[in-house]
């Protein structure tokens, strides 16, 4: 029996209040007389597809020790990988070829990140050195960013719709702190301290709103304006590895619609205003009418979803996984959480309510990390067993599975514009 395709996944509305588990429990909360008629609007979810990865088209080689960071450019048109030989490499996609290789760094790039408009690529290193490139020319833009005490745990920049001109960055470190820098003089400009141990992880929220997790166990959030701690969010008992925002791809892609595609990316086109215009729309659309939700995942074993802007209580615990979370995203959609562990498993859990929907078992080994594609339908796993496996979300198993490293997958991505999965890991080579 051949597959059907799947039917276009809608959403319901009434009185703009969308029918999460049944009509019933939607109305209960309004006032509805018997009499009249309801309109019930529906909506289409996703419209575009994207094609599942199903072989490995090349197999990058130039880093000379282990990658432990890859990702694509909000349009998909580049591809970077920090390596632990101290370069950040820039890759030609069309090609599939090297392009530049950025030097700078004097000890291992920990984690990279693009500036939501694709212009910039902030690195940081083992050293607490923070680089930025262009990866037009692979060449380094501005100063060195310099201040943390001791290793950059994590990046993030400032969403294209509170500012087009991609010019502040958040960085987390080892020392405990969180710096904001200002990236056009080249400074810092911020200092949140607050935490009582290593930062693991920083986002900064499409509302204004920075959230930070830390091994002291606890998530702060700060007000990104003037670096205010609005209040920290307790509950898990041990140390905080990662977090998501169900706004995360919005914001990462910025101005770019995956749906409108085309096969050669390129980059947006248009002013600034033009740029924050559009990024603010696609954000708006995304959120809906109430705040970002926040996903934490811990060395406890557990997940917490919270409402960090209305409540510090969490919205649910969501149990299960008998090993440590190491990461843990929203589809881009919202709809689903999905996290990985090492106890080999990936979890899928409801991206509202945190209800547990289903275990994607078929890894040998523990799942480093995770990727969903840009239509919410696929997700990639890469893990120490030295193997990708591509899941469908829809159906709840496993679609295909990519071997071909010759050692453990430490990063995964999936480009925003569908076409590629790159992965790179122990064995130095990067895979297409």
Known sequence: VLPQDEPVPLAFFVHDAEIVASLEKTLAGQTVETEKVLDIIYQPQAVFRVRAVTRCTSSLEGHTEAVISVAFSPTGKYLASGSGDTTVRFWDLSTETPQFTAKGHRHWVLSIAWSPDGKKLASGCK?????????????????????????????????????????????????????????????????????????????????????????????????????????????????????????????????????EATINPQDVSGSLAELKDKAQQRYDQVRGQEPERLVSGSDDFTLFLWRPAEDKKPLERMTGHQALINQVLFSPDTRIIASASFDKSIKLWDGRTGKYLTSLRGHVSAVYQIAWSADSRLLVSGSSDSTLKVWDAKMKKLAIDLPGHADEVYATDWSPDGQRVASGGKDKCLRM
């Not at 969403?159 to 010019?167: G, T, V």
């Not at 141990?197 to 920075?210: A, M, N, P, R, Y």
């Not at 205010?228 to 919005?250: E, F, I, K, P």
């Open 127 to 259: 050293n607490s050195q923070i680089f930025l490139w262009d990866p037009a020319t692979g060449s380094q833009i501005g100063r060195v960013l310099t201040g943390h005490s001791k290793w950059i745990t994590c990046l993030c920049w400032e969403p294209l719709h509170i500012n087009p001109e991609c010019r502040y960055l958040a960085s987390a470190s080892k020392d405990g702190s969180i710096r904001i820098w200002d990236t056009l003089m080249g400074r810092c400009d911020k200092i949140l301290t607050s935490h009582t141990q290593s930062v693991t992880c920083v986002k900064w929220g499409g509302d204004g709103l920075l959230y930070s997790s830390s091994q002291d166990r606890t998530i702060k959030v700060w007000r990104s304006q003037d670096g205010v701690l609005c209040r920290t969010l307790q509950g898990h008992a041990h140390w905080v590895n990662t977090m998501a925002l169900s706004t995360d791809y919005v914001l990462r892609t910025g101005a770019f619609e995956p749906a």
